[in-house]
């Protein structure tokens, strides 16, 4: 079974810094892309940070541009959130999800997703 | 960055009703890089349809998608009860990999 457990949430001061964790197990993880998305109490999605499966390539939201770093550990099936600078409105829960095989494809859609790991900053 | 716009913001149907949701881009999006999530409270969403038409794993025929460059539809052909939930749309071929504000589809 394809499981994603994030891990790492907290509550942080502003201008603090957190690390966030997703164990992956039940498929390939070196061979998929990789996302963070975040949720605001009540409010929508909003998609943080992409990885490639290699970690060559990384993609960011203007919000997390220069404050957040993505990376991934592919020895330990692990992929990471480093969130400096933090802000009230990066309070939220962060889920991380999976890109999508079709085929010998892979895309960036979010296929299986974790439960998340809740942000609070304050 | 492209901005998508959902409409309506409620969609407010009585089960075995027939839901149309709408997403529209700020500028053309290739078909192959679009998306329709699902989410129920308390739940992590769910993706539903990817390249804009083809259904994920396990997702029934009566959700459906359409649609190409700037506008596209979801659409749910008979509402089970399982279906009331917030749905979004997302691109995801140019960085950042934008979703829609959501629509939310509550029981009438």
């Known amino acids: 079974e394809v499981q994603l457990l994030e891990s790492g949430g907290g509550l942080v001061q502003p201008g603090g810094s957190l690390t966030l964790s997703c164990a992956a197990s039940g498929f390939t993880f070196s061979d998929f892309p990789m996302n963070w998305v975040r949720q605001a109490p009540g409010k929508g999605l909003e998609w943080v940070s992409a990885i490639s499966s290699s970690a060559g390539t990384t993609y960011y939201a203007d919000s997390a541009k220069g404050r957040f770093t993505i990376s991934r550990d592919n020895s330990k099936n692990t992929l990471y959130l480093q969130m400096n600078t933090l802000r009230a409105e990066d309070t939220a829960v962060y889920l991380c999800?999976?890109?999508?095989?079709?085929?010998?494809?892979?895309?960036?859609?979010?296929?299986?997703w974790g439960q998340g790991t809740t942000v609070t900053v304050s | 960055e492209i901005v998508l716009t959902q409409s309506p913001g409620t969609l407010s149907l009585s089960p075995g009703e027939r839901a149309t949701l709408s997403c529209r881009a700020s500028?053309?999006?290739?078909?192959?890089?679009f998306a329709w999530y699902q989410q129920k409270p308390g739940q992590a969403p769910r993706l539903l349809i990817y390249g804009a038409s083809s259904r994920a794993t396990g997702i029934p025929d009566r959700f459906s998608g359409s649609g190409s460059g700037t506008d596209f539809t979801l659409t749910i052909s008979r509402l089970e009860p399982e279906d009331f939930a917030v749905y979004y749309c997302q691109q995801y071929g140019s960085s950042p990999f934008t979703f829609g504000p959501g629509t939310k589809v509550d029981i009438k």
């Open positions: 500028q053309s999006v290739s078909s192959t890089y």
């Open positions: 999800a999976t890109g999508l095989q079709i085929d010998y494809y892979f895309y960036y859609a979010m296929d299986v």
